[in-house]
C-alpha cells in the first residue's frame, strides 16, 4: 500500500512529487505516455520565476524530474487504465497490475483540440501538426498554416516564422483572443498574414499523404478559397484528460475535474492539479502552484489519517 500516487508528470505532477517526496511520503509518480507533459512542446519559457534569462520547456522539466528524484520521488512509465475506490483504499490499475494507495494526486492535464475533419487525421504527421516545435523544422523555407485565434495560435505563429516562408493565421472571427503583447508581436512580423473570418473546410492532399493546401470558406461572405501550404499547425485550444475518472469524480460542463478547498475532488484521498482542473490559468507557474497544493493537502490527509 503505497502513501501516495501521482498521476501525470508535468509541472503540477513533478510539484507534487517533490513536496510529497521531501515530507517522506515516498510517492510513486505514474508518467503516462506523453511523460513532461505540455511544455515538452514549447520552446523557451520566459515567464517561469527564478529563470532571468528563461529556460527551454523540456530543460525545465528535465530540471523538475531531477529534483523530484533527488529527494526520493519514484517515477515509473505507465498507462492508467482505471482508478476505483473502496473504503479508503484507492486502487489504480496500470498496465503492470494494480497499485493500492491511500491517497492519490491526478495531474493528467489537458490534451490539444483537433478540427474534427477527417483529412486532418489521415495528415497527423504527415504536414498536420499540433506542435510546432516538433514539427516546425520540417517546413523550412515552405509556407504554412495556423489555425486560431488564441495565446497558443500566436505563439505558434511567430515560432514558425524561424522557419516557414510565410505563416497564414486562420481565425474564426475577425478580433482575436489572444493577450495584447501576443498580437502585437504577430502583427508587427512580416511573415504573419491574417485570414479572418474563416473556418477551415478541409485539408489537401490526403491522397498524396501529404500536404499541399488548407480550404477555407470565409464565414461572412461564404466565400471559399484554397490556400497551397505544406503544414498545418492546429491550435484551437486543450480537452482535459478526465475520461479515466468519469462517474468517479465531479466534473465541469467541460470536462474538467472539480475541486474544492484548496485541490480535494469529490472522493476523499483524490486531489487534482495542474491544467486537469484549471481551465482558466493554464500556466506552468498555477500548475506548479497547484501541485504544491495538492502535495499539502494530501500530506493533511494521511495525517488525519494517521498515516
Ligand atoms: P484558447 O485561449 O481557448 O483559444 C482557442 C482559440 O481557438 C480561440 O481563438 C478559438 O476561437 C479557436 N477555436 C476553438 N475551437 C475552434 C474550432 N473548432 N475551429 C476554429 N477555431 C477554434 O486556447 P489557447 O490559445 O490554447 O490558450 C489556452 C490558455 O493558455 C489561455 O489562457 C492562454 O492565455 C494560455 N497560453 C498562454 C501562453 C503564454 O502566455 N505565452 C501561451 C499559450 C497559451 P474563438 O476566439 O472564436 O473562441
Redesign the pocket.
Do not use: C, F, P
Given at each position: 500500500m503505497r502513501n501516495v500516487v501521482i498521476i501525470g508528470s508535468g509541472p503540477a505532477g513533478l510539484t507534487a512529487a517533490l513536496y510529497t517526496a521531501r515530507a517522506n511520503l515516498s510517492p510513486l509518480v505514474i508518467e503516462g505516455l506523453d511523460a513532461g507533459g505540455q511544455l515538452m512542446l514549447t520552446t523557451e519559457v520566459?515567464?517561469f520565476p527564478g529563470f532571468r534569462d528563461g529556460i527551454m520547456g523540456p530543460d525545465l522539466m528535465a530540471n523538475m524530474r531531477a529534483q523530484a528524484e533527488r529527494f526520493g520521488a519514484e517515477i515509473k512509465q505507465g498507462r492508467v487504465s482505471a482508478v476505483t475506490v473502496t473504503g479508503s483504499t484507492i486502487t489504480v490499475t496500470t498496465d503492470q497490475g494494480p497499485i493500492e494507495t491511500t491517497s492519490l494526486i491526478i495531474a493528467t492535464g489537458a490534451t490539444?483540440?483537433l478540427?474534427?475533419l477527417p483529412n486532418e487525421r489521415a495528415l497527423m504527421g504527415h504536414g498536420v501538426s499540433t506542435c510546432a516545435t516538433c514539427d516546425g523544422f520540417f517546413f523550412r523555407g515552405k509556407p504554412i498554416a495556423v489555425?486560431?485565434?488564441?495565446?497558443?495560435?500566436?505563439?505558434e505563429a511567430n515560432f514558425l516564422t524561424r522557419f516557414a516562408s510565410k505563416v497564414t493565421l486562420?481565425?474564426?472571427?475577425d478580433?482575436?483572443?489572444?493577450?495584447k503583447i501576443?498580437q502585437d508581436k504577430a502583427f508587427k512580423n512580416p511573415k504573419i498574414e491574417f485570414e479572418w473570418d474563416s473556418?477551415?473546410l478541409d485539408v489537401k492532399d490526403a491522397a498524396q499523404g501529404v500536404v499541399s493546401a488548407i480550404v477555407t470558406r470565409n464565414l461572412k461572405t461564404g466565400v471559399t478559397k484554397e490556400i497551397p501550404v505544406d503544414g498545418v499547425f492546429v491550435?484551437?485550444?486543450?480537452t482535459p484528460n478526465t475520461s479515466l475518472f468519469t462517474g468517479l469524480l465531479e466534473t465541469d460542463a467541460n470536462g474538467y475535474l472539480l475541486t474544492k478547498d484548496g485541490s480535494k475532488t469529490s472522493v476523499p484521498g483524490v486531489f487534482a492539479c495542474g491544467d486537469v482542473q484549471d481551465h482558466?490559468?493554464?500556466?506552468a507557474i498555477t500548475a506548479a502552484g497547484s501541485g504544491c497544493m495538492a502535495a499539502l493537502d494530501a500530506e493533511r490527509y494521511l495525517e488525519h489519517l494517521g498515516q
Open positions: 520566459d515567464n490539444a483540440k478540427l474534427g489555425v486560431g485565434g488564441g495565446d497558443s495560435a500566436l505563439e486562420i481565425h474564426r472571427r478580433t482575436l483572443r489572444a493577450s501576443m473556418e477551415v491550435a484551437i485550444g486543450h482558466i490559468y493554464r500556466q
